[in-house]
């Protein structure tokens, strides 16, 4: 993959996947939110940044079409931006929308512009391999107690995954999902110092951010679809879908512990 470009790369997986693609000699494009965290990376790297908001559109179409102008075109696109906030049914609409826009309509907007350009140029040359990762979470198979927006917009961001799967992999692009369970970023730090019970358990278990990349370079050797830096978070998806009764239960308990020890 040699023109790539991440976003939500100014720390976190996104930096590290822009610094192990970099190692590997690609070319790449840092996108974040902030813009002196991405000119920060792409300066360590030797890599352009592009500061916008992956949940905005126009933000979105102008990173692609820069990503055009300065490289010439897109190999592998990394959707790696999202946010997590802790709630239940009685978070603010604001926030289930923002958290929405953030980790599932911030990939609609990345296909609307790219898919486009992808299709039409494998229609001029043959069957190139493009590829779309998309960081969906473990959350996004399993679920995340103490958060219900990240819970189900993590869902919603697999199942457009799947989608784009299915829809666009005879057309010569391959879409994988990454779905890490706890990984040492701000991101797991912030679930801990707010006593979310989910973040506490993660954290037993958490990987460095350069070890996710390391997976995620060697998973785009081949092209199987879930990229799952934790191994068992295999099994665990295959316990909640062949005995989901007992999943939940086991997930309930682990609610009440939680809500036992913090009181």
């Not at 300066?43 to 126009?58: H, Q, R, Y």
């Amino acid at each position: 993959m040699k023109r790539v470009v991440v976003t939500g790369a100014g720390g976190g997986i996104g930096a590290a996947l822009a610094r192990r693609f970099a190692a590997d000699g690609a070319e790449v494009i840092v996108n974040d939110l902030d813009p002196d965290a991405a000119q920060a990376v792409a300066s360590e790297i030797g890599g352009l940044a592009v500061a916008g908001d992956a949940a905005n559109e126009d933000d979105t179409r102008n990173l692609i079409e820069t990503a055009w102008a300065e490289l010439g075109g897109i190999d592998l696109f990394c959707a790696n931006a999202g946010v997590l906030t802790a709630g239940d049914q009685s978070t603010p609409d604001e926030v289930w929308l923002r958290d929405f826009n953030v980790n599932v309509m911030s990939h609609v907007y990345v296909t609307r512009a790219l898919l486009p350009r992808w299709l039409d140029q494998g229609e001029q040359q043959g069957r190139p391999n493009n590829r779309l990762v998309i960081t969906v979470s473990a959350a996004g198979l399993l679920s995340l107690l103490g958060s219900a927006p990240y819970a189900v917009t993590k869902h919603a961001a697999l199942a457009y995954a799947e989608w784009l799967r299915a829809t666009y992999a005879h057309r010569g692009v391959t879409v994988q999902a990454l779905c890490p369970q706890g990984v040492r970023t701000d991101m797991l730090t912030r679930g801990n110092e707010r006593g979310s019970a989910s973040a506490a358990l993660l954290a037993e278990s958490a990987m460095e951010p350069g070890e996710v990349a390391t997976i995620v370079a060697e998973a785009l050797k081949g092209d199987s679809f879930l990229i799952l830096p934790h191994p068992e978070v295999a099994e665990f998806y295959r316990l909640r879908a062949s005995d989901t009764d007992r999943w939940l239960g086991g997930m309930n308990k682990m609610q009440r512990a939680f809500e036992g020890s913090s009181r």
